[in-house]
């Protein structure tokens, strides 16, 4: 039996805890309920596309965290996933929506291109995030000379969340297209965005040099 939207918010209610509210928070992100538990939900409940809709129009951060993990991406128009991006409170929602939802439906690279331009910095970052996804997984068509361009341009003086998607395309230009990768060090070492980002032990610098030179020096040795 489908569960209905009360019951759903009644079991996210009692799983919110105080410890893991605080944790979240110095992240930018409004909700205590651990993430562990919250796609356990996720996997009982199987995808409930009218369940994924109720859960989002709530506007609470976890209820819409789940949604992204029941919903169907491909049940999305264009319009409906625009909003969604434009009215998603945190990073984390932000995140999931691009990555779990965006990127596997048929809208991905026309909201790419109308989100890289936008004035918004956030929607701008998630258009970044899908190109970063095609400089990965399908560069054909991309003008990758271009992008570098715009991140030589732009990325030293860009937001936080834009400054660092832009970084991420930066780096992964650099460690997929051999072509390209001398100029992408060399706008990093220019720009010195996030150079003295605290890495933790058995992490990799998200400065892009020392991202670039990691991941090239594992690809060669795998």
Not at 141 to 169: F, S
Not at 186 to 208: F, M, Q
């Amino acid at each position: 039996m489908d569960a209905t939207t009360s019951e759903v918010m009644a079991e996210l209610a009692a799983l919110d805890e105080p410890k893991a509210r605080a944790v979240n928070a110095k992240h930018g992100d409004d909700h205590g309920v651990n993430l562990t538990k919250l796609r356990a939900v996720a996997k009982r409940l199987k995808t409930q596309q009218d369940l994924a809709v109720d859960l989002w129009a709530t506007g609470d951060t976890a209820a819409r965290l789940l949604a992204l993990l029941v919903c169907r991406p491909k049940a999305f128009g264009r319009d409906e996933l625009d909003a969604m991006l434009r009215e998603a409170n945190g990073p984390k929602v932000h995140d999931w929506l691009v990555n779990y939802v965006v990127k596997k439906s048929p809208h991905a690279e026309e909201l790419r291109l109308a989100w890289l331009d936008d004035p918004d910095p956030v929607v701008a970052s998630a258009g970044w995030a899908l190109t970063t996804e095609r400089v990965a997984k399908r560069p054909d068509g991309l003008d990758l000379p271009g992008l570098l361009d715009v991140i030589e341009a732009e990325m030293k003086d860009a937001p936080d969340r834009l400054q660092w998607a832009m970084n991420h395309c930066l780096a992964q230009i650099g460690i997929d297209h051999a072509r390209h990768r001398a100029r992408a060090i060399a706008i990093g070492e220019r720009l010195e965005v996030l150079k003295d980002y605290p890495t933790p032990p058995n992490c990799t610098s998200p400065y892009a040099p020392i991202w670039i030179e990691e991941l090239v020096r594992r690809k060669e040795n795998a």
